[in-house]
């Protein structure tokens, strides 16, 4: 199992020095997420102040952008980090692509399938030559030497997605090289949905389940006193709640016992009430759905807790102080060697 930091894409000035400082600590890899900055460019960023450090976007946003223009910038990230880079893809939701990249949303699932194809056969033209693909949303046939960026010395980049219910789960088991599990993935949820519902989707395109990668992220609360557990566990409580407020979500909420937790979020939302958003969030929520521990035994107790399912773990709030990235960093070695 491979250790992962998550960060907002920041000034691009500053990204060389925490792609270094991730290597240094300890990390596989640097895994940049999408809001008021772009994925891409913080990846190309550390590809070139850290070589050897593993990249990935998770996620970035794909309906704003061409499957065919997705696939070159994936393709020149992948060469620059010398076969290191994952494109992790998702939908985001309707407001967002409606409202603010000013695209189409319409079958979003089927979508992103014929979107990660897409990228795939833009992948086979860089090094044939030829383009061929026609997909229920993506028709592209064309490609001349000029607009191909050509062959590479490295393997096409692994194109990972975001899922969260069981379609997009099964779609992704079918089509992609990996799936991006949701942060409130808790076990019980990685047991019930995502390893059997990937599994039916390898299945059916007549895959190995394990060549499908499972990234999870994983929420922690550590500290070796109660003061510094009461900070982490405040912060986590915020992060779940922001989570927890999309009704696409629910589910996962009410399986795992604590049902109208969504609604009881939203109601504090709609009333513009950030503080009692996150108290909706209790103790029992967050033992279930974060992983509380002193530092020796944090690397255990994630092992004991993700090693039989995830592919790649994630680590939510890893970035803070430099001695507190630092201690994670140990604790990712730890992972990573077990």
């Known amino acids: 199992m491979q250790v992962d930091v998550m960060a907002l894409p920041q000034q691009l000035g500053k990204t060389g020095e925490l792609a270094r400082s991730t290597q240094d600590a300890g990390f596989s890899g640097l895994l940049f997420t999408e809001a008021g900055r772009t994925a891409y460019l913080s990846a190309a960023v550390a590809s070139q102040a850290a070589p050897g450090l593993e990249l990935s976007t998770g996620v970035a946003v794909a309906f704003p ?38 695209v189409a949303f319409e079958h979003p699932g089927p979508r992103l399938r014929d979107y990660v194809l897409a990228v795939k056969a833009c992948f086979a033209a860089f090094r044939t030559g030829a383009l061929d693909h026609h997909g229920p949303f993506y028709d592209l046939d064309f490609i001349t030497p000029q607009w191909s960026p050509g ?42 949905h995502v390893v059997p519902k990937v599994a039916e989707g390898a299945a059916a395109a007549g895959r190995a389940p394990s060549e499908i990668a499972i990234i999870v992220p994983a929420m922690t609360i550590v500290g070796d006193s109660d003061e510094e557990r009461d900070r982490e566990r405040d912060l986590v409580r915020a992060s779940l709640s922001f989570y927890g407020s999309t009704p696409n979500y629910a589910f996962i909420w009410d399986e795992a016992g604590f049902e109208g937790t969504t609604a009881r ?60 990235f630092g201690r994670y960093g140990e604790v990712a070695r730890q992972i990573s060697a077990g």
């Open 65 to 102: 952008r061409s499957p065919f223009v997705t696939a070159a910038t994936a393709w020149e990230l992948q060469e620059a980090s010398g076969g290191r880079f994952r494109l992790g893809l998702g939908t985001q939701v309707r407001t967002h692509v409606v409202r603010r990249y000013g």
């Open 265 to 324: 979020i939203r109601e504090k939302q709609k009333a513009g009430d950030i503080a009692g958003m996150a108290a909706q969030i209790t103790d029992e929520h967050l033992a279930h759905f974060a992983t509380e521990s002193t530092w020796d035994d944090l690397a255990g107790k994630l092992i004991d807790k993700y090693g039989p399912v995830a592919t790649r773990l994630v680590l939510y709030n890893a970035l803070g102080d430099t001695e507190r």
């Open 151 to 192: 062959p590479i010395d490295v393997p096409d980049p692994k194109v990972d997605v975001a899922a969260v219910n069981p379609w997009m789960l099964r779609m992704a088991g079918e089509v992609a090289d990996g799936v991006h599990v949701h942060p409130l993935g808790e076990p019980g949820y990685l047991a019930r």
